[in-house]
């Protein structure tokens, strides 16, 4: 640059000849490290598209064109100039991954804190964590009460806390006060080890549409050297072949593709996807068959409670406060399930005594007086209606039970199950929307379960009963016909992630064997983020694409023009100056964007599908318990049956229409702007106004009965309809509302634990 300044200070005072001085001073500067990167092109086996820029720089000497060799000089300089800067802006998260992953540990024994490198650190370590500081190895919160900041690796701004016995992940940030951490692993074995092994391995050489690159160079540079010397032939004039040379110089151009491809694994990991290379990014935007395991990929892989059946004469809500009240001291996933419904329904549980918990078996204790068991019943169970009833829902919904015996007599039960993701549903949609084609589940459950979530979620194909090696042949067979993408979360996926064209991880709880053998690992316990990396690598995959097809045309129009004599040395070198800085900068495009299926949703209106969100748990045990007092209407009018249905009411009116009513005036009016209208939340609207009709049908039964003192038998039919109904209309109404509107926002980890 500075060669090319001083020749136009040069000429514009009239010292031609000291310009020309100047300008071919700096265009030999140019001409060794050129040389340098055709030899280093060859070496690694590339086409050498610099040689064309090394004849352009001698040609230009030859024939006495200065300034365009001078020109040409800046070009090359600013290109690689751009070129990195591009690369370093393109590949800033992941570096960004790689420098804050921690060096050291603070280690406590006995009242001694020392700082310990990061190596040293073994499980069973009791770790101190300062305010600000990276957690250095997985463990669970020793002592404290942690306040947690997990966006480097979930993507999610929102703090979370953590209680002394909860897992906590190596990499998230201490946002609070100190706490203490016992590690259960070592640094090396943790969760940001791994992720950072995967992001050292993050590159673009090895995508197919770079590969594509390389090889469109291979013709070029021939090509350019036949126009040139055309032009020279039929002209006769050597400055025309020179501004061939110039034009033709192509390599800033070519890198183009590579910074695509990193811009799309960049903003990948802003969003919590660790994507192991650019190939496995360009594979996945080409994916149309995507095969998935069950259990932590569709489902959430924690159970819940479905239902609560009693025994007659006993309430549901008494069954769980007492199977709870046993379950609150026991660490079982089960038990864990029992006693978050109970909590989230506000039971008052009672504290247990003389617990005893006996593996394949449950938990015993005396409560209030008496002695009860939750899990597995002590003796047969008899042939009670309403115990079969149970037995038999279970099997048709692949659920668990546990059954309560209270003074050796079973009095209700408890069945859980592994509920679908609430996002599974709509990311599907968006995943088919994408280009994906056929979506497959395999999982190791049973057919009944299986094929009921494959209905829900309209999959092609459900595949049940399935061994390791039985999922690794049904990849197989859907890679022999399509590109193929696997998601699993266990050990036993590790193999099926290995044979697919693109394996996902869900890495957020997932197996480190899954992780590992992964091309791909979601960070963050949402399968959504799937879809928004299928987004990013299309259209990472399409501006590539465009890139270099773009730049290419534009050489090669440019080429012709100096082939006629149309475009002098100098003006050429301007031009294809130009080309290459438009075409960067078209590549750095991946670096932004927002996915096709995400929606900008205001910080008030997170807040609200936040709110109402935890308000749906809340209100889940209201719809079982419409149902029950259905069921125990129709055993006849009794009193007992009055009761229950006055109770439903109640609950009704002072918890479900107040939260739907909110839910009218304030969550669809904030969700009508990103959803594009009122007339997107309409069918929610009618949902709402059936269920109030509903109610208010029943309590102008309950004012009928109460007139006559109990239930007369000409309001059974009636009663019995609208009841039934009511649960399915809640039922199917809330399940909407939660793929339809609560999956849009990012699940806080307070709702998630139960989901």
């Not at 020109?71 to 300089?77: D, Q, S």
């Not at 050292?200 to 090509?223: H, K, M, T």
């Not at 609208?722 to 793929?739: D, N, T, W």
């Amino acid at each position: 640059m500075g060669a090319l300044l001083a020749g136009g200070v040069a000429w514009l005072v009239g010292a031609d000849v000291v310009a020309d001085v100047c300008w071919a001073a700096g265009t030999l500067m140019a001409v060794l490290p050129a040389v340098w990167w055709v030899v280093a092109a060859l070496r690694r086996k590339q086409a050498g598209v610099d040689l064309i820029a090394v004849l352009a720089l001698v040609g230009t000497l030859a024939v006495g064109e200065y300034v365009a060799g001078a020109l040409i000089a800046v070009m090359l300089a600013t290109g690689r100039a751009l070129d990195a800067a591009a690369e370093r802006r393109a590949s800033h998260d992941l570096r960004a991954l790689l420098e804050h992953a921690p060096r050291s540990a603070r280690r406590r024994r006995g009242d001694t804190v020392t700082l310990v490198a990061l190596s040293e650190v073994a499980a069973g370590d009791l770790l101190v964590v300062g305010p600000g500081e990276v957690v250095p190895a997985d463990g669970v919160v020793d002592s404290g009460f942690a306040v947690l900041d997990e966006s480097v690796l979930t993507g999610e701004p929102l703090q979370v806390e953590r209680s002394a016995g909860d897992p906590v992940r190596s990499g998230v940030v201490n946002a609070g006060a100190a706490f203490e951490l016992r590690a259960t692993a070592t640094a090396e074995e943790s969760t940001y080890a791994g992720i950072v092994r995967l992001a050292r391995q993050a590159g673009a050489e090895s995508a197919p549409v770079v590969r594509w690159a390389d090889r469109y160079a291979a013709w070029f540079l021939p090509l350019s050297l036949v126009v040139a010397g055309l032009a020279w032939l039929v002209s006769g004039s050597a400055e025309r072949a020179v501004a061939v040379l110039v034009v033709a110089t192509p390599c800033p151009l070519l890198l183009a593709a590579p910074v695509a491809i990193v811009s799309g694994l960049s903003r990948s990991s802003r969003l919590g996807v660790i994507i192991r290379g650019g190939g496995a990014l360009e594979t996945l935007g080409r994916a149309r068959t995507l095969v998935m395991d069950k259990t932590g990929t569709l489902t959430t892989g924690r159970p819940a409670v479905v239902e609560i059946a009693a025994a007659p004469d006993w309430q549901p809500d008494e069954v769980l406060r007492l199977a709870a009240s046993v379950d609150q001291l026991s660490p079982h996933v089960l038990a864990e399930a029992i006693t978050a419904e109970a909590r989230a329904r506000t039971l008052a549980l009672s504290l247990p005594q003389d617990v005893v918990e006996e593996p394949g078996r449950g938990a015993r204790a005396t409560v209030d007086g008496r002695r009860i068991e939750v899990g597995k019943p002590g003796r047969p169970l008899g042939e009670e209606p309403w115990t079969v009833a149970v037995q038999s829902r279970a099997r048709l919904d692949g659920a668990a039970v546990a059954w309560l015996t209270i003074d050796g007599a079973v009095v209700g039960a408890v069945l859980l199950r592994d509920p679908l993701r609430r996002d599974a549903p709509r990311t599907l949609r968006r995943l088919r929307g994408a280009g994906l084609r056929r979506l497959v589940m395999l999982t190791g459950d049973r057919r009944e379960p299986a094929q009921e979530i494959g209905t829900v979620l309209g999959l092609d194909e459900v595949r049940a009963d399935q061994t390791p090696a039985d999922k690794v042949g049904a990849v197989r067979e859907e890679r022999a016909r399509e590109v193929t993408v696997m998601v699993g979360d266990g050990v036993n996926d590790a193999p099926a992630l290995a044979a697919a064209d693109v394996g996902v991880a869900m890495g957020a709880r997932g197996s480190t064997a899954s992780s590992e053998a992964a091309d791909i690992v979601l960070t963050t316990d949402r399968l959504d983020r799937l879809a928004d990396a299928m987004d990013i690598a299309r259209r990472a995959r399409r501006i590539a694409v465009q890139s270099a097809m773009t730049g290419m045309a534009l050489s090669l129009a440019a080429m012709a023009v100096a082939a006629v004599g149309w475009l002098p040395p100098a003006a050429g070198a301007l031009l294809q100056e130009g080309i290459d800085v438009a075409v960067i900068l078209n590549a750095l495009r991946a670096l932004r964007g927002k996915p096709a299926g995400g929606l900008a949703l205001a910080p008030a209106t997170e807040q609200l599908l936040h709110r109402f969100a935890a308000e749906h748990d809340e209100l889940r045990g209201i719809i079982p318990a419409v149902r029950d007092a259905a069921d125990l209407l129709a055993a006849g009018p009794t009193p007992e049956a009055l009761r229950e249905l006055q109770r439903v009411h109640t609950l009704l009116c002072e918890r479900v229409l107040p939260h739907e009513r909110a839910e009218e005036t304030q969550l669809y009016p904030a969700l009508a702007g990103p959803l594009g209208g009122p007339e997107a939340t309409a069918t929610m609207s009618r949902a709402h106004a059936e269920i109030e009709r509903l109610t208010h049908r029943l309590g102008h039964h309950l004012q009928l009965a109460g007139s006559a003192g109990r239930i007369g038998p000409g309001q059974v039919d009636d009663l019995l309809s609208g009841l039934y109904g009511l649960s399915a209309v809640l039922s199917l109404h809330f399940v909407q509302e939660e793929e339809s509107y609560f999956a849009l926002a990012a699940e806080p980890e307070e709702l998630g634990k139960r989901s």
